[in-house]
Nanobody
């Protein structure tokens, strides 16, 4: 499975960005899809996850109410809509696929390349 992330960039605090991740190579019917992020000098942390069916989602407390994750299994893609961005959201964001609930890096089977998100004050 190859995961291709896109959509990062520079945004002011309070703004929005949408990240996308396209999967190829095999169908992901039994997988969960997730986003993790890693800020400079910090460990990679879980952000959000969605079951491939799209019926189940969950979020890290730090992004709950601001970020929305979704999947489109007809297009083999997942997205992360990020609203009300804060400086603390600055990080490299990685899409991932793994065993549900895929809320920990140890449960990830496939990683995409990172996409950088910078939020300025």
């Amino acid at each position: 499975v190859q995961l291709q992330a896109s959509g990062g960039g520079l945004v002011q605090a309070g703004g929005s960005l949408r990240l996308s991740c396209a999967a190829s190579g095999r169908r992901l019917g039994n997988y969960g899809m997730a986003w993790f992020r890693q800020a400079p000098e910090k460990e990679r942390e879980f952000v959000a996850a969605v079951a491939w069916s799209g019926s189940l989602t969950y979020y890290a407390d730090s992004v709950k109410g601001r970020f929305t994750i979704s999947s489109d299994n007809t297009k083999n893609t997942e997205s992360l809509q990020m609203n009300s961005l804060q400086v603390e959201d600055t990080a490299v964001y990685y899409c991932a696929a793994g065993r549900w609930p895929v809320g920990d890096a140890a449960m990830v089977d496939y990683w995409g390349q990172g996409t950088e998100v910078t939020v300025s004050s």
